[in-house]
RNA sequence: GGAGACGUGGCCGAGUGGUCGAAGGCACUCCCCUGCUAAGGGAGCAUACGGACAAAAACUGUAUCAAGGGUUCAAAUCCCUUCGUCUCCGCCA
Protein backbone atom coordinates (compact mmCIF):
# COMPACT_ATOMS: atom_id res chain seq x y z
CA UNK A 1 0.00 0.00 0.00
CA UNK A 2 1.22 3.28 -0.80
CA UNK A 3 1.53 5.88 1.83
CA UNK A 4 -1.42 8.27 1.51
CA UNK A 5 0.54 11.11 2.23
CA UNK A 6 2.20 11.55 -0.70
CA UNK A 7 -1.11 11.68 -2.66
CA UNK A 8 -2.08 14.61 -0.48
CA UNK A 9 1.20 16.23 -1.35
CA UNK A 10 2.96 15.13 -4.22
CA UNK A 11 0.02 13.21 -6.49
CA UNK A 12 1.14 14.46 -9.42
CA UNK A 13 4.53 12.41 -9.17
CA UNK A 14 2.79 9.55 -8.00
CA UNK A 15 0.51 9.62 -10.85
CA UNK A 16 3.70 9.79 -13.08
CA UNK A 17 5.98 6.93 -11.00
CA UNK A 18 2.36 4.77 -11.95
CA UNK A 19 1.86 5.66 -15.63
CA UNK A 20 5.50 4.23 -16.09
CA UNK A 21 3.70 0.22 -15.26
CA UNK A 22 1.13 1.67 -17.80
CA UNK A 23 -1.40 2.07 -14.35
CA UNK A 24 -3.57 5.11 -14.86
CA UNK A 25 -4.36 6.31 -11.10
CA UNK A 26 -7.82 7.68 -10.87
CA UNK A 27 -6.89 11.24 -9.60
CA UNK A 28 -10.16 12.21 -9.92
CA UNK A 29 -11.80 9.55 -7.59
CA UNK A 30 -9.17 9.63 -4.59
CA UNK A 31 -9.28 14.21 -4.79
CA UNK A 32 -13.08 13.59 -4.61
CA UNK A 33 -12.92 11.22 -1.41
CA UNK A 34 -10.06 13.37 0.36
CA UNK A 35 -12.42 16.71 -0.24
CA UNK A 36 -14.79 14.58 1.48
CA UNK A 37 -13.19 13.08 4.42
CA UNK A 38 -11.47 16.18 4.88
CA UNK A 39 -14.29 18.10 6.03
CA UNK A 40 -16.34 15.16 7.44
CA UNK A 41 -13.32 13.94 9.50
CA UNK A 42 -13.28 18.11 10.88
CA UNK A 43 -16.82 18.05 11.62
CA UNK A 44 -17.04 14.55 13.25
CA UNK A 45 -13.82 15.38 15.33
CA UNK A 46 -16.14 18.83 16.57
CA UNK A 47 -19.03 17.22 17.72
CA UNK A 48 -17.25 14.10 19.44
CA UNK A 49 -15.26 17.14 21.77
CA UNK A 50 -18.24 18.29 22.49
CA UNK A 51 -20.36 15.04 23.47
CA UNK A 52 -16.96 14.39 25.39
CA UNK A 53 -16.86 17.80 27.17
CA UNK A 54 -20.52 17.43 28.06
CA UNK A 55 -20.40 14.33 29.30
CA UNK A 56 -17.51 15.01 31.36
CA UNK A 57 -18.87 17.95 32.63
CA UNK A 58 -21.91 15.42 33.78
CA UNK A 59 -19.81 13.56 35.66
CA UNK A 60 -18.24 16.54 37.45
CA UNK A 61 -21.94 17.79 38.76
CA UNK A 62 -23.32 14.70 39.64
CA UNK A 63 -20.07 13.70 41.38
CA UNK A 64 -21.18 17.30 43.27
CA UNK A 65 -24.39 16.35 43.58
CA UNK A 66 -25.40 18.86 41.77
CA UNK A 67 -28.75 18.57 38.57
CA UNK A 68 -27.44 17.80 35.14
CA UNK A 69 -30.35 17.56 33.69
CA UNK A 70 -29.98 21.10 30.94
CA UNK A 71 -26.24 19.56 30.08
CA UNK A 72 -28.01 16.04 29.48
CA UNK A 73 -30.55 17.53 27.26
CA UNK A 74 -27.95 18.97 25.47
CA UNK A 75 -25.42 15.91 24.51
CA UNK A 76 -28.38 14.04 24.06
CA UNK A 77 -29.31 16.70 21.17
CA UNK A 78 -26.21 15.99 19.64
CA UNK A 79 -26.65 12.02 19.65
CA UNK A 80 -28.41 11.54 15.93
CA UNK A 81 -26.12 13.52 13.92
CA UNK A 82 -23.15 12.33 15.57
CA UNK A 83 -23.98 8.39 14.90
CA UNK A 84 -24.23 10.06 10.89
CA UNK A 85 -21.32 11.44 10.79
CA UNK A 86 -19.36 8.84 11.88
CA UNK A 87 -20.89 6.27 10.25
CA UNK A 88 -20.49 8.59 6.76
CA UNK A 89 -16.93 9.10 7.94
CA UNK A 90 -16.29 5.11 8.54
CA UNK A 91 -17.81 4.51 5.05
CA UNK A 92 -15.66 6.77 3.74
CA UNK A 93 -12.42 5.86 5.18
CA UNK A 94 -13.18 2.31 4.27
CA UNK A 95 -13.58 3.58 0.44
CA UNK A 96 -10.47 5.50 0.66
CA UNK A 97 -8.43 2.38 2.07
CA UNK A 98 -9.73 0.31 -0.72
CA UNK A 99 -9.01 2.30 -2.79
CA UNK A 100 -5.38 2.75 -1.96
CA UNK A 101 -5.39 -1.20 -1.87
CA UNK A 102 -5.99 -1.78 -5.46
CA UNK A 103 -2.87 0.27 -6.54
CA UNK A 104 0.61 -1.02 -7.31
CA UNK A 105 3.82 0.10 -5.71
CA UNK A 106 6.04 2.81 -7.14
CA UNK A 107 8.59 1.47 -9.08
CA UNK A 108 12.21 2.21 -8.54
CA UNK A 109 14.20 4.92 -10.33
CA UNK A 110 16.31 2.35 -11.75
CA UNK A 111 13.71 0.07 -13.05
CA UNK A 112 13.89 0.35 -16.24
CA UNK A 113 10.80 1.88 -18.54
CA UNK A 114 9.23 -0.64 -20.82
CA UNK A 115 5.87 -2.35 -21.44
CA UNK A 116 6.33 -5.42 -21.73
CA UNK A 117 8.44 -8.88 -20.85
CA UNK A 118 10.41 -7.83 -24.06
CA UNK A 119 11.32 -4.65 -22.35
CA UNK A 120 13.75 -6.41 -19.99
CA UNK A 121 17.10 -5.70 -19.09
CA UNK A 122 19.86 -8.33 -19.37
CA UNK A 123 22.13 -7.55 -16.82
CA UNK A 124 24.50 -10.27 -16.46
CA UNK A 125 24.73 -13.87 -17.87
CA UNK A 126 26.45 -16.60 -16.21
CA UNK A 127 27.66 -19.88 -17.57
CA UNK A 128 27.91 -21.30 -21.20
CA UNK A 129 25.15 -23.65 -22.20
CA UNK A 130 26.39 -27.12 -23.05
CA UNK A 131 26.74 -28.16 -26.78
CA UNK A 132 24.39 -31.52 -27.10
CA UNK A 133 25.79 -33.81 -30.00
CA UNK A 134 21.95 -34.73 -30.42
CA UNK A 135 19.08 -33.17 -30.26
CA UNK A 136 18.35 -32.58 -26.70
CA UNK A 137 14.87 -33.37 -25.32
CA UNK A 138 12.39 -31.84 -23.67
CA UNK A 139 12.29 -32.66 -19.34
CA UNK A 140 9.13 -33.71 -19.87
CA UNK A 141 9.64 -36.35 -22.85
CA UNK A 142 12.59 -37.41 -20.87
CA UNK A 143 10.97 -37.97 -17.64
CA UNK A 144 7.90 -40.22 -19.31
CA UNK A 145 10.31 -42.07 -20.57
CA UNK A 146 12.26 -42.96 -17.84
CA UNK A 147 8.71 -43.82 -15.95
CA UNK A 148 9.62 -41.52 -13.55
CA UNK A 149 7.65 -38.41 -14.35
CA UNK A 150 3.59 -39.60 -14.92
CA UNK A 151 1.37 -37.00 -16.09
CA UNK A 152 -1.67 -39.56 -16.66
CA UNK A 153 -1.77 -40.56 -13.02
CA UNK A 154 -1.63 -36.73 -11.85
CA UNK A 155 -4.19 -35.81 -14.30
CA UNK A 156 -6.16 -38.81 -13.26
CA UNK A 157 -6.21 -37.65 -9.51
CA UNK A 158 -6.48 -33.85 -9.83
CA UNK A 159 -7.00 -32.25 -13.62
CA UNK A 160 -3.79 -30.49 -15.55
CA UNK A 161 -1.33 -28.53 -14.49
CA UNK A 162 -0.26 -31.80 -11.82
CA UNK A 163 2.58 -34.32 -11.79
CA UNK A 164 3.11 -37.14 -10.51
CA UNK A 165 7.00 -38.11 -9.74
CA UNK A 166 8.47 -41.07 -8.58
CA UNK A 167 11.64 -42.99 -8.42
CA UNK A 168 14.91 -41.50 -9.19
CA UNK A 169 12.89 -38.06 -9.62
CA UNK A 170 11.19 -37.58 -7.06
CA UNK A 171 14.20 -38.18 -5.17
CA UNK A 172 16.16 -35.59 -7.16
CA UNK A 173 13.13 -33.45 -6.66
CA UNK A 174 13.91 -33.42 -2.70
CA UNK A 175 17.55 -33.53 -3.43
CA UNK A 176 17.13 -30.24 -4.76
CA UNK A 177 14.69 -28.89 -2.36
CA UNK A 178 17.43 -30.26 0.51
CA UNK A 179 20.68 -28.48 -1.31
CA UNK A 180 18.99 -25.31 -1.29
CA UNK A 181 17.66 -25.31 1.97
CA UNK A 182 20.93 -26.54 3.42
CA UNK A 183 22.63 -23.45 1.00
CA UNK A 184 20.84 -20.94 2.25
CA UNK A 185 21.55 -21.64 5.90
CA UNK A 186 24.35 -23.22 5.86
CA UNK A 187 26.23 -20.34 3.22
CA UNK A 188 23.82 -17.67 3.72
CA UNK A 189 22.52 -16.93 7.33
CA UNK A 190 18.84 -17.64 6.49
CA UNK A 191 16.69 -19.58 9.13
CA UNK A 192 14.62 -22.16 8.03
CA UNK A 193 11.41 -22.10 8.96
CA UNK A 194 8.61 -24.33 8.48
CA UNK A 195 5.25 -22.43 8.04
CA UNK A 196 1.39 -23.27 7.52
CA UNK A 197 0.27 -23.48 3.98
CA UNK A 198 -3.03 -22.25 4.70
CA UNK A 199 -3.65 -18.94 5.83
CA UNK A 200 -6.58 -16.08 5.93
CA UNK A 201 -7.26 -13.39 3.83
CA UNK A 202 -5.78 -10.54 6.36
CA UNK A 203 -2.54 -12.18 5.79
CA UNK A 204 -2.99 -12.47 2.09
CA UNK A 205 -3.58 -8.14 2.35
CA UNK A 206 -0.54 -7.74 4.18
CA UNK A 207 1.67 -9.50 1.11
CA UNK A 208 -1.46 -8.14 -1.56
CA UNK A 209 -2.02 -11.36 -3.08
CA UNK A 210 -5.43 -9.66 -1.40
CA UNK A 211 -7.64 -8.11 -2.91
CA UNK A 212 -6.73 -7.87 -6.06
CA UNK A 213 -5.73 -11.21 -7.42
CA UNK A 214 -8.28 -13.29 -5.43
CA UNK A 215 -8.71 -15.37 -8.58
CA UNK A 216 -5.04 -16.93 -8.64
CA UNK A 217 -5.43 -18.19 -5.19
CA UNK A 218 -6.98 -21.85 -4.40
CA UNK A 219 -9.48 -21.40 -1.10
CA UNK A 220 -10.75 -23.58 1.04
CA UNK A 221 -13.60 -23.44 3.66
CA UNK A 222 -13.42 -23.85 7.17
CA UNK A 223 -15.65 -26.69 8.10
CA UNK A 224 -15.54 -28.45 4.71
CA UNK A 225 -16.66 -27.28 1.09
CA UNK A 226 -20.22 -26.98 2.64
CA UNK A 227 -19.09 -24.84 5.80
CA UNK A 228 -19.87 -22.00 7.28
CA UNK A 229 -16.55 -21.16 7.94
CA UNK A 230 -14.33 -18.05 6.88
CA UNK A 231 -12.49 -18.59 3.58
CA UNK A 232 -8.95 -19.57 3.81
CA UNK A 233 -6.34 -19.33 1.42
CA UNK A 234 -3.90 -22.05 -0.34
CA UNK A 235 -0.27 -20.14 0.05
CA UNK A 236 0.80 -19.26 -3.33
CA UNK A 237 4.07 -18.65 -2.56
CA UNK A 238 6.03 -19.15 1.41
CA UNK A 239 6.89 -15.40 1.11
CA UNK A 240 3.19 -15.33 2.18
CA UNK A 241 4.06 -16.69 5.81
CA UNK A 242 7.43 -15.64 5.83
CA UNK A 243 6.60 -11.81 5.58
CA UNK A 244 3.82 -11.94 7.79
CA UNK A 245 5.50 -13.66 10.38
CA UNK A 246 6.84 -9.80 11.41
CA UNK A 247 3.20 -8.38 10.62
CA UNK A 248 2.02 -6.42 13.42
CA UNK A 249 4.69 -6.06 15.50
CA UNK A 250 7.93 -3.33 16.56
CA UNK A 251 11.21 -5.02 15.74
CA UNK A 252 13.91 -4.19 17.44
CA UNK A 253 16.55 -2.39 15.39
CA UNK A 254 19.24 -4.80 16.56
CA UNK A 255 17.61 -8.02 15.09
CA UNK A 256 17.36 -6.30 11.32
CA UNK A 257 18.31 -7.69 9.08
CA UNK A 258 15.54 -10.78 9.24
CA UNK A 259 16.67 -13.84 6.75
CA UNK A 260 14.05 -16.59 6.61
CA UNK A 261 14.05 -19.41 4.64
CA UNK A 262 11.79 -21.95 3.80
CA UNK A 263 10.59 -24.90 1.36
CA UNK A 264 6.63 -25.18 1.19
CA UNK A 265 4.32 -26.27 -1.69
CA UNK A 266 3.24 -23.64 -3.77
CA UNK A 267 -0.58 -23.46 -4.82
CA UNK A 268 -1.69 -21.58 -7.88
CA UNK A 269 -4.77 -21.17 -9.88
CA UNK A 270 -2.99 -20.02 -13.04
CA UNK A 271 -6.21 -18.41 -13.81
CA UNK A 272 -5.84 -16.66 -16.78
CA UNK A 273 -3.01 -18.61 -17.99
CA UNK A 274 -4.91 -21.25 -20.35
CA UNK A 275 -2.81 -22.62 -23.27
CA UNK A 276 0.15 -21.32 -22.13
CA UNK A 277 2.92 -23.90 -21.06
CA UNK A 278 0.60 -26.70 -20.76
CA UNK A 279 3.04 -29.67 -21.42
CA UNK A 280 5.44 -30.66 -18.51
CA UNK A 281 5.95 -29.12 -15.06
CA UNK A 282 6.94 -25.44 -16.24
CA UNK A 283 3.46 -24.15 -15.36
CA UNK A 284 1.43 -26.48 -12.03
CA UNK A 285 -1.00 -25.58 -10.23
CA UNK A 286 1.60 -27.29 -7.01
CA UNK A 287 4.99 -26.88 -7.20
CA UNK A 288 7.81 -26.73 -4.45
CA UNK A 289 9.70 -23.37 -3.90
CA UNK A 290 12.27 -22.37 -1.40
CA UNK A 291 11.85 -18.79 -0.74
CA UNK A 292 14.31 -15.88 0.80
CA UNK A 293 12.79 -13.37 3.10
CA UNK A 294 14.40 -10.72 4.30
CA UNK A 295 13.36 -7.93 6.64
CA UNK A 296 15.44 -5.16 6.42
CA UNK A 297 16.64 -1.60 7.14
CA UNK A 298 14.71 0.92 4.76
CA UNK A 299 18.40 2.16 3.95
CA UNK A 300 19.80 -1.38 3.09
CA UNK A 301 17.12 -2.46 1.01
CA UNK A 302 19.06 -1.77 -2.43
CA UNK A 303 21.89 -3.59 -1.30
CA UNK A 304 20.12 -6.77 0.24
CA UNK A 305 18.28 -6.94 -2.80
CA UNK A 306 21.85 -7.19 -4.34
CA UNK A 307 22.72 -9.73 -2.23
CA UNK A 308 19.60 -12.01 -1.82
CA UNK A 309 19.75 -12.59 -5.65
CA UNK A 310 23.55 -13.20 -5.31
CA UNK A 311 22.37 -16.07 -3.00
CA UNK A 312 19.94 -17.16 -5.69
CA UNK A 313 22.27 -16.99 -8.26
CA UNK A 314 24.83 -19.43 -6.02
CA UNK A 315 22.61 -22.31 -6.36
CA UNK A 316 22.19 -22.19 -9.84
CA UNK A 317 26.15 -21.81 -10.02
CA UNK A 318 26.04 -24.40 -7.79
CA UNK A 319 24.09 -26.83 -9.81
CA UNK A 320 26.47 -25.32 -12.80
CA UNK A 321 23.06 -24.24 -14.49
CA UNK A 322 24.27 -21.63 -17.09
CA UNK A 323 21.52 -18.15 -16.46
CA UNK A 324 20.98 -15.05 -17.16
CA UNK A 325 19.53 -12.21 -14.35
CA UNK A 326 17.17 -9.62 -16.07
CA UNK A 327 16.27 -6.35 -14.25
CA UNK A 328 12.74 -6.64 -14.82
CA UNK A 329 11.08 -3.08 -16.87
CA UNK A 330 8.27 -1.22 -15.36
CA UNK A 331 5.76 -2.95 -17.75
CA UNK A 332 6.54 -6.53 -16.82
CA UNK A 333 7.00 -6.09 -12.68
CA UNK A 334 5.08 -7.29 -9.92
CA UNK A 335 1.97 -5.59 -7.85
CA UNK A 336 4.04 -4.69 -5.02
CA UNK A 337 7.66 -4.41 -6.43
CA UNK A 338 9.61 -1.47 -6.91
CA UNK A 339 12.41 -3.30 -7.86
CA UNK A 340 12.67 -7.19 -9.38
CA UNK A 341 15.38 -9.17 -10.82
CA UNK A 342 14.67 -12.35 -12.79
CA UNK A 343 17.15 -15.13 -13.09
CA UNK A 344 16.60 -17.06 -16.30
CA UNK A 345 17.84 -20.50 -16.47
CA UNK A 346 19.09 -21.66 -19.69
CA UNK A 347 16.63 -24.97 -21.25
CA UNK A 348 18.16 -27.03 -24.46
CA UNK A 349 14.93 -28.91 -24.53
CA UNK A 350 13.29 -25.62 -25.27
CA UNK A 351 16.60 -23.41 -26.86
CA UNK A 352 15.64 -21.08 -24.34
CA UNK A 353 16.30 -19.22 -21.12
CA UNK A 354 13.01 -19.46 -18.65
CA UNK A 355 12.71 -17.77 -15.14
CA UNK A 356 13.34 -19.97 -12.52
CA UNK A 357 13.52 -16.96 -9.51
CA UNK A 358 12.45 -13.61 -9.11
CA UNK A 359 13.58 -11.04 -6.70
CA UNK A 360 12.03 -8.25 -5.35
CA UNK A 361 12.48 -5.20 -3.02
CA UNK A 362 9.07 -4.20 -1.89
CA UNK A 363 10.57 -1.43 -0.05
CA UNK A 364 7.46 -0.48 2.41
CA UNK A 365 4.42 -1.30 -0.04
CA UNK A 366 4.02 -4.73 2.25
CA UNK A 367 5.45 -3.53 5.91
CA UNK A 368 3.06 -0.51 5.44
CA UNK A 369 -0.32 -3.01 5.06
CA UNK A 370 0.91 -5.31 7.42
CA UNK A 371 2.45 -2.55 9.85
CA UNK A 372 5.78 -4.12 10.33
CA UNK A 373 7.81 -1.57 12.37
CA UNK A 374 11.36 -1.32 14.21
CA UNK A 375 12.38 1.29 16.12
CA UNK A 376 14.63 3.88 14.16
CA UNK A 377 17.42 6.07 16.12
CA UNK A 378 15.39 8.48 17.37
CA UNK A 379 13.46 5.89 18.89
CA UNK A 380 10.43 5.85 16.78
CA UNK A 381 8.68 3.29 14.95
CA UNK A 382 9.31 3.08 11.34
CA UNK A 383 8.12 1.31 8.48
CA UNK A 384 10.72 -1.71 7.55
CA UNK A 385 11.96 -2.90 3.73
CA UNK A 386 10.30 -6.49 3.06
CA UNK A 387 12.75 -8.44 0.06
CA UNK A 388 11.46 -11.68 -1.45
CA UNK A 389 12.87 -14.36 -3.73
CA UNK A 390 12.75 -17.55 -4.89
CA UNK A 391 15.74 -19.56 -4.00
CA UNK A 392 14.70 -21.25 -6.37
CA UNK A 393 11.35 -22.80 -7.56
CA UNK A 394 11.86 -26.50 -6.86
CA UNK A 395 9.74 -27.99 -9.84
CA UNK A 396 11.55 -25.96 -12.63
CA UNK A 397 15.10 -26.08 -10.83
CA UNK A 398 14.18 -30.21 -11.54
CA UNK A 399 13.31 -29.31 -14.86
CA UNK A 400 16.51 -27.36 -15.92
CA UNK A 401 18.64 -30.81 -14.55
CA UNK A 402 16.84 -32.84 -16.37
CA UNK A 403 17.24 -30.97 -19.79
CA UNK A 404 20.97 -29.96 -19.40
CA UNK A 405 22.22 -32.98 -18.04
CA UNK A 406 20.61 -35.18 -19.88
CA UNK A 407 22.33 -38.07 -21.96
CA UNK A 408 21.56 -39.19 -25.73
CA UNK A 409 20.61 -42.66 -24.22
CA UNK A 410 17.85 -40.71 -22.32
CA UNK A 411 19.64 -41.19 -18.75
CA UNK A 412 20.66 -37.99 -16.34
CA UNK A 413 23.66 -37.58 -14.84
CA UNK A 414 22.97 -35.86 -11.21
CA UNK A 415 25.27 -33.08 -10.68
CA UNK A 416 27.89 -33.62 -8.11
CA UNK A 417 26.37 -31.71 -5.18
CA UNK A 418 23.87 -33.47 -5.77
CA UNK A 419 24.82 -36.24 -4.90
CA UNK A 420 25.09 -36.93 -1.34
CA UNK A 421 21.50 -35.88 -1.15
CA UNK A 422 21.29 -39.28 -3.37
CA UNK A 423 22.91 -41.72 -1.46
CA UNK A 424 25.69 -41.64 -3.95
CA UNK A 425 23.84 -42.22 -6.68
CA UNK A 426 25.33 -40.66 -10.25
CA UNK A 427 22.93 -41.26 -12.81
CA UNK A 428 19.06 -41.99 -13.15
CA UNK A 429 18.01 -44.43 -15.84
CA UNK A 430 15.05 -46.06 -16.57
CA UNK A 431 16.42 -48.94 -14.23
CA UNK A 432 15.42 -47.14 -11.23
C1' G B 1 -15.99 -31.64 20.94
C1' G B 2 -17.23 -30.51 26.59
C1' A B 3 -16.16 -27.45 31.29
C1' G B 4 -13.68 -23.35 33.31
C1' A B 5 -10.20 -19.04 33.59
C1' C B 6 -8.20 -15.16 30.93
C1' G B 7 -6.81 -11.25 26.88
C1' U B 8 -4.79 -3.57 29.56
C1' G B 9 1.03 0.54 26.78
C1' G B 10 8.06 -2.15 24.65
C1' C B 11 7.43 -5.63 29.10
C1' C B 12 5.12 -6.72 34.04
C1' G B 13 0.80 -5.14 36.38
C1' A B 14 -3.51 -2.04 38.93
C1' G B 15 -8.08 -0.54 37.56
C1' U B 16 -16.07 -3.24 37.67
C1' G B 17 -19.88 3.15 34.74
C1' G B 18 -17.91 9.48 35.12
C1' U B 19 -12.12 14.41 36.33
C1' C B 20 -8.84 7.14 32.96
C1' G B 21 -4.90 7.39 27.61
C1' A B 22 -5.13 4.60 31.83
C1' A B 23 -1.84 3.89 39.10
C1' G B 24 2.68 1.43 40.21
C1' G B 25 7.03 -1.17 38.60
C1' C B 26 10.73 -2.65 34.77
C1' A B 27 13.23 -1.11 30.42
C1' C B 28 14.73 3.30 27.82
C1' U B 29 16.31 8.89 27.37
C1' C B 30 18.03 13.41 29.72
C1' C B 31 19.66 16.05 34.18
C1' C B 32 21.53 16.00 39.26
C1' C B 33 24.10 13.47 43.18
C1' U B 34 27.73 9.78 44.49
C1' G B 35 34.60 6.55 44.50
C1' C B 36 32.65 1.22 45.08
C1' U B 37 29.60 -0.69 39.54
C1' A B 38 21.52 -4.74 38.86
C1' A B 39 23.21 2.71 44.44
C1' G B 40 20.16 7.46 45.19
C1' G B 41 17.09 11.97 43.50
C1' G B 42 14.37 14.63 39.53
C1' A B 43 12.13 14.94 34.67
C1' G B 44 10.58 12.62 30.23
C1' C B 45 8.81 8.36 27.68
C1' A B 46 2.29 4.75 23.48
C1' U B 47 0.35 4.53 18.48
C1' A B 48 -2.59 6.11 14.42
C1' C B 49 -5.26 9.77 11.96
C1' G B 50 -6.68 14.94 11.74
C1' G B 51 -6.18 20.58 12.61
C1' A B 52 -2.89 24.86 12.27
C1' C B 53 1.94 26.18 10.13
C1' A B 54 6.02 27.29 4.31
C1' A B 55 7.91 23.06 7.10
C1' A B 56 9.67 20.38 11.55
C1' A B 57 9.12 20.52 16.69
C1' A B 58 6.04 22.26 20.20
C1' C B 59 0.66 22.88 20.41
C1' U B 60 -4.26 21.09 19.74
C1' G B 61 -8.53 17.50 18.46
C1' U B 62 -10.25 12.50 17.70
C1' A B 63 -9.70 7.33 18.07
C1' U B 64 -7.35 3.13 20.25
C1' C B 65 -7.35 -1.28 27.01
C1' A B 66 -7.73 -8.78 21.64
C1' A B 67 -11.48 -7.77 17.28
C1' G B 68 -16.50 -6.49 15.93
C1' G B 69 -21.32 -5.07 17.54
C1' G B 70 -24.81 -3.30 21.50
C1' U B 71 -26.64 -0.52 26.13
C1' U B 72 -25.61 4.65 28.08
C1' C B 73 -25.30 11.64 28.19
C1' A B 74 -20.67 8.80 29.41
C1' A B 75 -17.64 1.98 28.69
C1' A B 76 -10.97 -0.76 29.99
C1' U B 77 -15.28 -1.48 33.35
C1' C B 78 -22.11 -3.85 31.64
C1' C B 79 -24.32 -7.20 27.42
C1' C B 80 -23.69 -10.16 22.67
C1' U B 81 -20.57 -12.40 18.82
C1' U B 82 -15.84 -13.79 16.98
C1' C B 83 -10.65 -14.75 17.48
C1' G B 84 -6.68 -16.16 20.59
C1' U B 85 -4.20 -18.05 25.18
C1' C B 86 -4.12 -21.22 29.54
C1' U B 87 -6.12 -25.48 32.72
C1' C B 88 -8.98 -30.03 33.00
C1' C B 89 -11.73 -33.93 30.23
C1' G B 90 -12.62 -36.35 25.47
C1' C B 91 -10.62 -37.51 20.58
C1' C B 92 -6.36 -37.96 17.59
C1' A B 93 -0.94 -38.36 14.10
Keep these: MLDINLFRKNIREVAENLARRGFVLDVATFERLEAERKDLQTDTQTLQSRRNTLSKQIGIAKGKGENADALMAEVGGLGDQLAKHEA ?195 RQHQFEKVEMVQIVHPQKSYEALEELTRHAEAVLQALELPYRVMALCTGDIGFASAKTYDLEVWLPGQNTYREISSCSNCEDFQSRRMQARFRNAQGKPELVHTLNGSGLAVGRTLVAVLENYQREDGSVDIPSVLQPYMGGMTVISSAK
Design 88 to 282: RLAALQKELRAFLLTLPNLTHASTPSGKSEADNLEVRRWGTPRVFSFTPREHNELGEALGLIDFETAAKLSGARFSFLKGGVARLHRAIAQFMLDTHTQKHGYTECYTPYIVNSETLTGTSQLPKFEADMFSVKKGGAEGEGETLYLISTSEITLTNSVADTIIPAESLPIKLTAQTPCFRSEAGSHGKDTKGMI
